[in-house]
């Protein structure tokens, strides 16, 4: 069974900072993409952070300079350091691994609460 299980959310003030950890079990860790997604509410989930098998990083322009994905694959584990965190950035964020091939699997974890207040 794949297990994807988030902590590190909470609340914080605006410029403040949050570090976001994700333990992963029962997927072949290093081949998978493993990424951070965000959902506001009323909004539609949104990729943040992406972190490749092969060490490639994408970053949603909202969050450039700002978030910093990381992975460490001997943990099996995936994070995401938030710097100067504004409000806008307030929303349930998930973790995120997938398989890189047509029809590969993809799993979620349960999410974690990031509220930044003003």
């Known amino acids: 069974q794949v297990q994807l299980v988030e902590s590190g959310g909470g609340l914080v003030q605006a410029g403040g900072s949050l570090r976001l950890s994700c333990a992963a079990s029962g997927v072949i860790f290093s081949i998978t993409r493993m990424a951070w997604y965000r959902q506001a509410p009323g909004k539609q989930r949104e990729l943040v952070a992406s972190f490749s098998s092969g060490g490639n990083t994408n970053y949603a322009d909202s969050v450039k300079g700002r978030f910093t994905i990381s992975r460490d694959n001997a943990k099996n584990a995936v994070y995401l350091q938030m710097n100067s965190l504004k409000p806008d950035d307030t929303a349930v964020y998930y973790c995120?691994?997938?398989?890189?091939?047509?029809?590969?699997?993809?799993?979620w974890g349960q999410g974690t609460q990031v509220t930044v207040s003003s």
């Open positions: 995120n691994s997938r398989y890189p091939y047509v029809g590969g699997n993809d799993y």
